[in-house]
DNA sequence: TTGAAAGCGTTACCAT
DNA sequence: ATGGTAACGCTTTCAA
């Protein structure tokens, strides 16, 4: 059953049923009903793609996943897209995921624009001087950037967790518990949150005169191997750390079982800080957490991403948009104080 | 620019554009590169809404993630999706994913379909009898189960892999290493991998003419926690099992943490074998393994199920079309023969 | 081999 | 408050 046919089933225009439908003021309120309830009868649901052409609006927004370095998915990836469907579903607009291989990347943008696919784009782990963020702003398309991209000085849309002052605060805890020699085990170089976290960990670093060992900042992708070997090594030298900051509870269950081969406990020998994005299969709760954490909901940021993004094209609202959000510092049963250290 | 114009451009005819630029054989060598060449100069691309209004195809497949079981994300959901992706790049074709509330699922599929929105539908993770699959057979709709449904018995098409054979297999890997009391940290009660796991093990213990404890099978979501709290439970029973039978890498840490807290050795005090779906972010690679499993990529599932399905869209296969791939059983640093046992 | 014109199912403008 | 009709940008049938 298609618009016409309601239309002649009633005895109405097309318009008329279109208006009625779509809450238009001018039709009259017993003529709403009557189609509203004929539309139900019948089970009329408008064609999405006659809508669509019709509007010029396709009421969908991209995600572009990009194979980059080396295959990782990133494990983030589910809960994120979970947090903005859910916003997909409240605002009634579809999501088009599309995986670009290297390099393919700015094609999959370009073609997604010009063929007039989506509304609007949502940019994933941008760089520090992430080229995606001038190819949108080119295409003039509206889009929401999901981290922040320090070295792009043309200003854009972006929601961000404070991972400068996250990392400076899980620093100064362990600084505070009288531990001095920390390793950043960090996510991989050019991602500007793991910048951002260096920053953060090497300023609270700097305020407190400590040194930083060169040898204890690593950057990689955020495996459980990469926890597990890191620490391992680092563990095996003559300055091995006292404690560890890691950047997903991915390293860090890999960081937990280096230690437990080695026999030492955590919270007592060595001592953890971890940033948990509260992954639903990697739960880190409990009134205390194992893990001491900075925590912040990458559900809810994908909600919020969409949010922010459909404002933008609906609402016309003012851009950029930006947000920081502050990550919850939260005591778990994985940080002591130092060995040797009297409070 | 438009069709229209770009024809006016070459002073010819909207139909013979359209017709050279989609390969009908029709038309004069000559003039399709002259139309090839200008669309290119003027970068012009079809308009997709309009394309998909005037054929009636979307060139779209719809994966409905649904927010069920306490709201955990799958966290495979990732990697197949990846490899889902690259088939849809490589066939043209667009994913589109929409997230359901629990009980929100039906109606989720039914608009899908009724706005003729997608073409086709994957399925994910189903239960032994799926109420989905006849749903989505009333609807007319193509689809591909990633998993099977033993217990409906109407025909659909299916990817999945032998999951039977595989934990038979494992469990008999297991028992002729000399163990008896083996456990299984199975996935969720009802979805049909884990029936079909525990069916498989029981078969091998049963040929084995060992008995099950029932308290040795345990079913949840699969979970890093799940692992480690199922194993610390288990390892204090005074009948605690010398074996644990895995069903996914995550929970296959968290057992791997319980027996390095418990100061055991893997591969010596106790064995283990686990499932590897080879997600990017949890390796178990290497010429041995740490951990012996069975192993089937998810990825190359997600990359097959679409040819599949696409391949019933467009070539009007035969269904259903039905693959059951053996999983590898790869030895790897995890297995040794059971305490006290002699070859 | 090419073109004119009629769809595809809506929405939106202009009348009434 | 309602209706006629022209878009929207393409594909496809029918003619030439």
């Known amino acids: 059953m298609n618009l016409k046919e309601l239309a002649r089933t009633l005895g109405l225009s097309p318009t008329t049923v279109s208006r009625a439908l779509n809450g238009y003021p001018e039709v009259s309120s017993r003529t709403r009903e009557k189609v509203q309830a004929a539309a139900a009868l019948h089970g009329y649901v408008p064609n999405h793609q006659a809508q669509r052409l019709a509007t010029g609006q396709t009421k969908a927004i991209g995600h572009v996943l990009s194979l980059a370095q080396n295959d990782m998915i990133n494990p983030i990836f589910g809960d994120f897209i979970a947090g903005a469907g859910e916003a997909y579903a409240e605002l009634g607009y579809d999501m088009v995921v599309s995986v670009a291989r290297e390099g393919n990347e700015e094609e999959a943008y370009r073609t997604l624009v010009a063929r007039n696919r989506v509304d609007g784009v949502v940019l994933h782990s941008p760089t ?126 890999g960081v937990y079982r280096a230690l437990g081969q080695l026999g030492l406990e955590i919270g007592r020998d060595v001592s953890l800080v971890t940033h948990d994005d509260m992954l639903s299969f990697l739960p880190n709760s409990g009134d205390v957490p194992q893990f001491t954490c900075t925590r912040s909901s990458v559900r809810r940021a994908g909600h919020r991403v969409v949010e922010m993004l459909i404002s933008q094209i609906t609402e016309k609202t003012e851009i950029p948009m930006t947000e920081l959000w502050e990550a919850d510092l939260v005591l778990g049963r994985s940080t002591g104080p130092a060995p040797g250290h009297r409070p």
Chains 1, 2 share one sequence.
């Open 128 to 253: 520090a001087t992430d080229a995606r963020i001038a190819l949108l702003a080119e295409l003039d398309i509206p889009f929401v950037v999901h981290g922040v991209a320090p070295g792009v000085s043309s200003p854009y849309s972006w929601l961000d967790i404070n991972n400068f002052g996250a990392f400076e605060r899980a620093t100064k805890l362990l600084i505070d518990l009288g531990h001095e020699r920390i390793a950043l085990l960090n996510g991989p170089k050019g991602m500007s949150f793991a910048t951002d976290r260096l920053a953060g960990f090497t300023q609270a670093m700097n305020k407190a005169e400590l040194p930083i060992e060169p040898g204890h900042i690593l950057h990689a992708s955020m495996t459980e191997p990469y926890g597990f070997d890191s620490t391992t090594e680092l563990m095996a030298r003559p300055d091995a750390p006292t404690a560890f900051l890691s950047s997903s509870m991915m390293t860090t269950i």
